[in-house]
């Protein structure tokens, strides 16, 4: 026992014993389930056999755009080249019984699309999204034309040496269609063919390392500024985030909001005049979170839910495994940041919730892995 009189030997067993019993509470708090869980989803109809419509955005003239990846789990375990295509779709959130239509995309570069995160600007109507094409991971913008139908139209594709491969997560476009930020999830690049095909010794080493940091938690991720005119990207945050996920930004693009799911909270960032985004404020959550979408009528956040990460681990050991998860949203109250439920899935239709939104008495919400899209009549 003369360990216990020998401060060399004693203060760094403390420190280590105070870290673990920190990490231990942490995963505690992550898997602790939703505790007002109650499923109101009897009017709910799963539509369309795509996979992966992992992220949605509202644009004009109630038209809903979602994109599909094949299925991102695939995607990540076993490459883009060994999932099927993806692409995008729209829904007329008027229609009494809305049914996905597929959009063609006019001049696209690529031959694989694998959509990741979402952003459809109002502003200026461009649609922006993040691509998994197998050897790099990218950002694609579209411009939209409304009328006399929807048109989707390529107009630029962003690379950077900054980008991990599988490891940008989503984005959003800045004060005008020439800056726009990306957040990252991923501290390492995934390999090419996925993870369920490591070969050498340090992509073992990498892919221990992230479940490392998943489990531990360290915050190594962040967001990224890219100039579309200088072809430039680079660090527009502190590194904040265990995995910087869902994002969305105020109408006047000067308040942005990053989820980070396993924490269980959205990072508040006021953009600076040079595009730096100063970490204001965490907003606590009773539930994981994935994408996020302002919804400039209202002023609220909507949420695409994870109530139950335990569910959610067993799915990666049995692919039918319900995830339960929905729509909620984050208002501010008298100086509080709050939530609502709108809509809880018990996730035998759709499982895995990563996305939600609305218009009317109709709820929409889609899943990274899962095949279709639940669509939602509230009365």
């Not at 644009?59 to 995607?75: D, E, I, Q, R």
């Amino acid at each position: 026992m003369a360990w216990l009189t020998n401060s060399r030997i004693l203060f760094p067993t403390v420190i280590l014993l105070g870290v673990l019993v920190n990490r231990g509470l942490r995963l505690k708090e992550m898997m602790t389930t939703y505790e007002n869980m109650t499923f109101n989803d009897q009017n709910c109809v799963l539509k369309g056999s795509f996979s992966g419509a992992e992220d949605m955005a509202l644009g004009k003239n109630s038209v809903l755009f979602f994109g599909s990846s094949g299925g991102l789990s695939n995607c990540f375990a076993n490459g883009s080249a060994a999932t099927e295509n993806g692409g995008f779709w729209m829904l007329d959130m008027k229609a009494s019984d809305p049914e996905p239509v597929q959009l063609d995309i006019l001049d696209f570069p690529h031959e694989s699309i694998h959509v990741h995160g979402i952003y459809v600007s109002n502003k200026t109507d461009r649609l922006y999204f993040i691509n998994h094409i197998g050897p790099i991971s990218t950002v694609e913008v579209l411009k939209i034309e409304y009328t006399p139908k929807v048109v989707l139209k390529h107009l630029k594709t962003v690379k950077s040496d900054l980008f991990p491969r599988y490891g940008i997560n989503d984005l959003v476009e800045g004060i005008d269609e020439n800056e726009i930020y990306v957040s990252r999830w991923q501290v390492f690049s995934m390999r090419e063919n996925g993870q369920r095909n490591l070969e050498t010794a340090w992509e073992k080493f990498e892919a221990l390392l992230g479940l490392g940091v998943m489990l531990f938690g360290p915050t190594l991720t962040l967001v990224y500024r890219c100039d579309l005119v200088k072809n430039e990207c680079y660090a527009a945050s502190d590194k904040l985030f265990v995995g910087a996920n869902g994002m969305t930004v105020s109408p006047d693009r000067q308040t942005y909001f990053v989820a980070d799911p396993m924490e269980k909270k959205i990072g508040l960032l006021k953009r600076q005049s040079d595009g730096w985004l100063e970490f204001q404020e965490w907003i606590q959550l009773p539930f994981g979170i994935d994408n996020i979408e302002f919804e400039p009528s209202t002023g609220e956040i909507l949420l695409g839910t994870i109530p139950d990460f335990q569910s959610a681990r067993k799915q990666h050991e049995d692919k039918n495994y319900p995830v339960p998860g929905g729509l909620s949203v984050l208002y501010l109250e008298d100086g509080l940041w709050k939530t609502r439920d709108i809509l809880m899935h018990d996730g035998l239709k759709l499982a895995q919730i990563s996305a939600g939104s609305r218009f009317g008495n109709t709820v929409v919400l889609g899943s990274p892995h899962s095949k279709g899209l639940l669509v939602c009549k509230q009365h």
